[in-house]
């Protein structure tokens, strides 16, 4: 062994000391390693951050579903109904109305902004008299389980920085996701699954790209990121035993692994070796949790009515709905569904009803199943967009066909179950759907309210990075009260 390698295994900084001598990492037991304390909460311990296995407060909600609707659904065709813009069909955006609003670079060269109102029908329904779009019959069965917010509201224009802000609580890559931080802050309530699972399906449109770093655990530990389940024979990548290896030889070869990064962690205290020995024995444990799960031939034939004949599809968002249910029941804390597809630039009224047609009937049938076996009052379920659409044409009008642009100022999401109030809404919107003026919720309101569901105080929540700590609401965000039950 050269001096210079010598020199360079003995030295000890800061976190190295630290276990050694209080936290006495080394000498823990290989279930201490894997983050596991005595609740059945994972550990979030390090010397530079704070120790998170329980909730700050008692939570009204166990587990999150995220319908995420990537694209921008818009909000005038499906459930902001304005009457006011039927009279002024084609008539030009009054200035007063757009005060100068920033643009993209797909609309700011247009000449005029011809206002274009929804063709569609709108009803209330239910005793909460909520107003839907004749785009969503099945959404509207159930909005009396629902919370509309109809006064979202973000900075971003564009796809990218804007999911990644409702994701990351940044427009800016590289932070971690909102699942990453609920693993972080409050460990798995299942041992045999990943706490954090993402589902994706798309439309029948060519939709904006989706990327891995939206679930990625950014500066924390890597055993919180998200665990991608595709499709097909393999839901999740490299999970199965190579041809010739049987599970007692792979049983072994972790124990050893085990015993090496043991000696690993205790020379270095490199919190990464510690995610490493849990990712291996999660993996082990999927093996068999993981096609258990999947398996959806198990569900009845009615279960299959009620999400729709496409649950019968894999990978379709129908199947995901479905799959999302089974990944609750099984106490998968976060599950991020994303279905792509809802960039309507032209010819909106065509596509937005395809992709109602995909996601409507999945989407009730998710809050009725959750609801009738007893799942939905301690399990939140959000659908929503990274923004809305503009209340003008992109491009030409015409009596049955207009385009909308990405509009920041005001959009709607809606959210049940997990001690939200059901049967409202919140938030209100000017007679141009262009504008808040009552109850503006912005995405850091947003996630401090979500944050809050799950027990967890959005300010307390935080990481030390780079010698700053950090959170999911970066320095702003409040908890939206109005809509607590």
Same mark, same amino acid.
């Given at each position: 062994?050269s001096?210079?390698?010598?020199?360079?295994?003995?030295?000890i900084?800061?976190?190295?000391?630290?276990?050694?001598? &209080?936290?006495? !990492?080394?000498?823990?037991?290989?279930?201490?390693?894997?983050?596991?304390?005595?609740?059945?909460?994972?550990?979030?311990?390090? &010397?530079?951050?704070?120790?998170?296995?329980?909730?700050?407060?008692?939570?009204?909600?166990?587990?999150?579903?995220?319908?995420?609707?990537?694209?921008?659904?818009?909000? *005038?065709?499906?459930?902001?109904?304005?009457?006011?813009?039927?009279?002024?069909?084609?008539?030009?955006?009054?200035? &007063?109305?757009?005060?100068?609003?920033?643009? +993209?670079?797909?609309?700011?060269?247009?000449?005029?902004?011809?206002?274009?109102?929804? *063709?569609?029908?709108?009803?209330?329904h239910?005793?909460?008299?909520?107003? =839907?779009s004749?785009?969503?019959?099945?959404?509207?069965?159930? =909005?009396?389980?629902?919370?509309?917010?109809?006064?979202?509201?973000?900075?971003?224009?564009?796809?990218?920085?804007? !999911?990644?802000f409702?994701? +990351?609580?940044?427009?800016?890559?590289?932070?971690?996701?909102m699942?990453?931080w $609920?693993?972080?802050? $409050?460990?798995?309530?299942?041992?045999?699954?990943?706490?954090?699972?993402?589902?994706?399906?798309r439309?029948?449109?060519?939709?904006?790209?989706?990327?891995?770093?939206l679930?990625?655990n950014?500066?924390?530990?890597?055993?919180?990121?998200?665990?991608?389940?595709?499709?097909?024979?393999?839901?999740?990548?490299?999970?199965?035993?190579? &041809?010739?290896?049987?599970?007692?030889?792979?049983?072994?070869?972790?124990?050893?692994?085990?015993? /090496?990064?043991?000696i690993?962690?205790?020379?270095?205290?490199?919190? @990464?070796?510690?995610?490493?020995?849990?990712?291996?024995? /999660?993996?082990?444990?999927?093996?068999?949790?993981?096609?258990?799960?999947?398996?959806?031939?198990?569900?009845?034939?009615?279960?299959?009515?009620?999400?729709?004949?496409?649950?019968?599809?894999?990978? +379709?968002?129908?199947?995901?709905? $479905?799959?999302?249910?089974?990944?609750?029941?099984?106490?998968?804390?976060?599950?991020?569904?994303?279905?792509?597809?809802?960039?309507?630039?032209?010819?909106?009224?065509?596509?937005?009803?395809?992709?109602?047609?995909?996601?409507?009937?999945?989407?009730?049938?998710?809050?009725?199943?959750?609801k009738?076996?007893?799942?939905?009052?301690?399990t939140l379920?959000?659908?929503?967009? @990274?923004?809305?659409?503009?209340?003008?044409?992109?491009?030409?009008?015409?009596?049955?066909?207009?385009?909308?642009?990405?509009?920041?100022r005001?959009? +709607? =999401?809606? /959210?049940?179950?997990?001690?939200?109030?059901?049967? /409202?809404?919140?938030?209100?919107?000017?007679?141009?759907?262009?504008n808040? =003026?009552?109850?503006?919720?912005?995405?850091?309101?947003?996630q401090?309210?979500?944050?809050?569901?799950?027990?967890?105080?959005?300010?307390?929540?935080?990481?030390?990075?780079?010698?700053?700590?950090?959170?999911l609401?970066?320095?702003?965000?409040?908890?939206?009260?109005?809509?607590?039950?």
């Amino acid at each position: 062994m050269s001096d210079n390698y010598s020199e360079h295994l003995h030295k000890i900084n800061r976190r190295h000391f630290l276990s050694k001598s &209080s936290l006495g !990492i080394g000498s823990l037991a290989l279930g201490s390693l894997l983050g596991c304390n005595s609740s059945g909460n994972r550990s979030n311990q390090d &010397s530079d951050n704070k120790l998170f296995s329980a909730p700050h407060f008692a939570p009204k909600a166990k587990r999150i579903i995220y319908l995420f609707q990537s694209g921008g659904p818009s909000q *005038i065709d499906l459930f902001d109904y304005k009457p006011l813009l039927m009279k002024m069909r084609g008539e030009d955006l009054p200035d &007063s109305v757009r005060q100068g609003q920033r643009l +993209t670079g797909m609309t700011s060269g247009q000449s005029s902004f011809p206002l274009a109102p929804a *063709i569609f029908d709108f009803k209330q329904h239910g005793q909460s008299g909520a107003w =839907v779009s004749e785009l969503m019959p099945h959404t509207a069965k159930v =909005v009396d389980d629902l919370c509309f917010i109809k006064s979202m509201h973000t900075e971003a224009i564009n796809h990218d920085p804007a !999911i990644t802000f409702f994701q +990351t609580g940044s427009q800016q890559a590289g932070r971690p996701s909102m699942g990453s931080w $609920l693993s972080y802050g $409050l460990g798995s309530m299942n041992e045999n699954l990943p706490t954090f699972s993402v589902l994706l399906s798309r439309g029948a449109q060519r939709p904006q790209p989706i990327y891995s770093r939206l679930w990625g655990n950014g500066f924390l530990a890597s055993l919180h990121q998200g665990v991608q389940f595709r499709s097909g024979k393999d839901p999740v990548l490299y999970l199965q035993n190579p &041809s010739g290896i049987t599970s007692s030889s792979r049983r072994q070869v972790l124990d050893v692994l085990a015993k /090496m990064n043991q000696i690993r962690m205790s020379d270095f205290g490199d919190p @990464e070796i510690q995610s490493r020995i849990s990712q291996y024995e /999660m993996a082990y444990k999927m093996q068999t949790s993981v096609p258990e799960a999947t398996d959806l031939s198990s569900e009845p034939d009615e279960v299959f009515e009620l999400y729709g004949e496409d649950a019968r599809k894999p990978g +379709t968002y129908a199947a995901n709905c $479905l799959l999302a249910r089974r990944l609750a029941e099984r106490d998968v804390k976060f599950v991020q569904l994303y279905h792509l597809g809802w960039d309507q630039h032209s010819n909106l009224p065509r596509d937005i009803r395809l992709q109602c047609a995909d996601t409507d009937k999945a989407s009730a049938a998710l809050v009725t199943d959750l609801k009738r076996r007893g799942l939905l009052e301690d399990t939140l379920v959000i659908w929503g967009g @990274e923004f809305g659409r503009t209340n003008f044409s992109q491009g030409k009008l015409t009596d049955t066909n207009y385009g909308r642009d990405h509009h920041p100022r005001c959009f +709607t =999401v809606w /959210m049940a179950g997990g001690g939200i109030k059901p049967g /409202m809404s919140y938030g209100e919107t000017d007679d141009f759907s262009y504008n808040i =003026v009552k109850d503006p919720v912005h995405v850091h309101d947003f996630q401090a309210t979500i944050l809050h569901q799950m027990g967890m105080d959005h300010e307390r929540l935080t990481y030390k990075h780079q010698g700053r700590r950090y959170r999911l609401t970066d320095v702003h965000g409040h908890v939206v009260k109005d809509i607590l039950a």
